[in-house]
């Protein structure tokens, strides 16, 4: 059975660092585009980051850019997108989704397989 799971999900102060990890199993992961996405409530799901099936190429949301950084290990699974000199304004469920031919899209319907999300609280 397909799955993604996520973790690393915290309470940070502003300018502190998360690193988030997303583990897949019940398919053929490195066939698969990753990204990440957040939500906040009243919100639709805003795209932050994603990665091709190879990890060659990356592509990154304006709001994160230089801050943000993901990467994906095809032997074990797994996709991490390590959050630094984090904001307020990042607070949000984080998600992961995978799909295939997803052109490192950062919007949600190329993504067919979905998390359940990790909770980001970026507060003093």
């Known amino acids: 059975q397909l799955d993604l799971v996520e973790s690393g999900g915290g309470l940070v102060q502003p300018g502190g660092s998360l690193r988030l990890s997303c583990v897949a199993s019940?398919?053929?992961?490195?066939?698969?585009?990753i990204a990440w996405f957040r939500q906040v409530p009243g919100k639709g799901r805003e795209g932050v980051s994603s990665?091709?099936?190879?990890?060659?190429?990356?592509n990154y949301a304006d709001s994160v850019k230089g801050r943000f950084t993901i990467s994906r290990n095809n032997n074990n699974n797994t996709v991490i997108l390590q959050m630094d000199s984090l904001k307020p304004e990042d607070t949000g469920v984080y998600y992961c989704?995978?799909?295939?031919?997803?052109?490192?899209?950062?919007?949600?319907?190329?993504?067919?397989?979905w998390g359940r999300g990790t909770q980001v609280t970026v507060s003093s």
């Open positions: 019940g398919f053929n992961f490195d066939h698969y585009g």
């Open positions: 989704a995978a799909g295939l031919k997803t052109l490192l899209s950062l919007v949600a319907p190329p993504y067919e397989h």
């Open positions: 990665i091709t099936s190879s990890g060659v190429s990356v």
